[in-house]
């Protein structure tokens, strides 16, 4: 399941992170990268543990917390801080599974990597290329979005990053844990979640068809979920 969320982040907040982006340092990505994903691996990235990560990646995640459809998309357990990186003219990401597990920097935690998010952060007219190629069992999806705008992803999905051919392209990306591994469960809920709110529209909230299948809704995360 791929989906995208128009306008995650403000106009201003692309505009700010975009202005601190511009004065930190950028290192080679493959610092963070396992050892098939380094060798497809070629773009920038700012270091994990910067002061400028941790305030951008703070902003992200504030704009996570006002977005139901991440929370309805994802269900997130956790969430990796989330980190920057930038592909310049010839720069690219080939074909490559993210790795399984990831530890958060500081606290040695393990999260598994079910849920992928990229949120552009560069206009699409300012770059070719440096599009985000979701492969899955239905064929590949090809994604590039305004700035603002974010994918989210299995992270069990093979993606690469095409290569960019005239710009830059800069972008947040992390993972979450979610309550429900298994994708097509996650799916699932969100279908369902969504019917319910195009129901809810139509029929007042003590409806017996809307508590009926609210009810039905949580008692599949009840029955599902890994908290
Ligand atoms: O730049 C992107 O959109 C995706 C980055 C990515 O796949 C990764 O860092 O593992
Ligand atoms: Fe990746």
Redesign the pocket.
């Known amino acids: 399941m791929l989906i995208t969320i128009p306008d995650l982040l403000t106009p201003e907040e692309v505009a700010y992170m975009r202005q601190i982006l511009e004065g930190t340092a950028w290192v080679d990505?493959r610092s963070?990268?396992g050892d098939q994903?380094a060798k497809v691996?070629h773009?920038l990235?700012v270091p994990v543990d910067s002061p400028e990560a941790r305030e951008l990646g703070n902003i992200v995640l504030r704009a996570l917390g006002r977005s139901p459809v991440y929370s309805s998309a994802a269900l997130p357990a956790h969430i990796l801080p989330p980190?920057f990186?930038r592909?310049d003219e010839g720069m690219t990401?080939g074909a490559?599974v993210?790795g399984s597990i990831r530890v958060i920097p500081g606290t040695g935690q393990r999260i598994r990597t079910d849920v992928?998010t990229?949120v552009?952060l560069t206009p699409p007219e300012d770059y070719d290329g440096g599009e985000?190629v979701v492969h899955d069992t239905y064929g590949q999806h090809s994604v590039k979005l305004p700035a603002g705008h974010a994918?989210v992803y299995p992270a069990t999905s093979l993606?690469?990053?095409t290569p960019v051919t005239r710009g830059s392209?800069w972008?947040s990306?992390f993972w979450a844990q979610s309550m429900v591994r298994d994708d097509w469960r996650r799916h699932m809920l969100y279908d369902l979640d969504m019917s319910i709110m195009r129901i809810r529209a139509m029929l007042p909230d003590d409806d017996p068809a809307v508590t009926g299948i609210t009810a039905h809704y949580h008692n599949m995360i009840r029955h599902w979920a890994e908290t």
């Open positions: 990505g963070t990268a994903a691996k773009n990235q980190m990186n592909y990401f490559h993210d992928s990229t552009f985000l994918v993606h690469s990053v392209r972008a990306f």
